[in-house]
């Protein structure tokens, strides 16, 4: 009996494959030992963007694993529906407004229209703004109970430390929209 434990050990061990799935951009993934991943330079609507998904648990479940390949499929979309949030947000007190008044009122308007030179100048700043802003970063945190995903957006890399963060439940629905330094 105590040899028949042993062999079912080490076969546990050795001789069984562990289960893997397929996820967009990541590739496999295996299910029985999760562990952060990122990769850089993904190009999500023209934008270069990073991705990191994040587990705190030591195994994946796959229903899990579900949602987050479905939101790995659907970021360009995800992109533009976030485009029209900002849009739709811009002109109304909260996050979106004061995000990009932050960089009307820190920075002089010379500066902007610098940095904005090839947009619309017939454009309103706050317009020309959201149209400089981009996806940058995508996290992932499948087994997190307050965002699932988080999307950063930034308008200039160089000048401000300032996103505009999309916080994501597991279906893709907007939870929040908040602004991080």
Same mark, same amino acid.
Request: charged share 25%; proline share 2%.
């Given at each position: ?20 799935? /397929? @996820? ?5 993934? #295996? =299910? &029985? +030992?999760? *562990? ?7 190009? !999500? ?10 587990? /705190? @648990? ?5 229903? #899990? =694993? &579900? +949602?987050? *390949? ?7 979309? !995800? ?21 990009? +008044? ?80």
């Amino acid at each position: 009996m105590k040899q028949i434990l042993i062999i079912a050990i080490m076969f546990s061990f050795f001789g069984c494959k562990n289960k893997t799935e /397929e @996820l967009p951009y990541f590739g496999t993934i #295996t =299910l &029985s +030992n999760a *562990r952060d991943y990122e990769i850089e330079n993904i190009k !999500i609507n023209n934008n270069n963007v990073s991705i990191d998904l994040n587990f /705190e @648990l030591d195994k994946i479940n796959r229903k #899990t =694993l &579900s +949602n987050v *390949r479905s939101i790995l499929e659907s970021l360009e979309s !995800i992109d533009k529906q976030n485009q029209n949030k900002f849009r739709n947000y811009i002109s109304e007190d909260g996050m979106v407004q004061d995000y990009f +008044n932050f960089y009307i009122q820190e920075y002089d308007f010379q500066q902007l229209n610098n940095y904005l030179n090839d947009a619309d100048q017939s454009l309103l700043i706050e317009l020309r703004l959201l149209n400089a802003t981009k996806l940058k970063r995508v996290g992932i945190y499948p087994d997190s109970p307050s965002s699932f995903a988080v999307l950063d957006y930034k308008v200039f890399d160089e000048y401000s430390d300032q996103i505009l963060v999309v916080v994501l439940n597991e279906k893709g629905e907007i939870e929040k929209i908040t602004i991080e330094s």
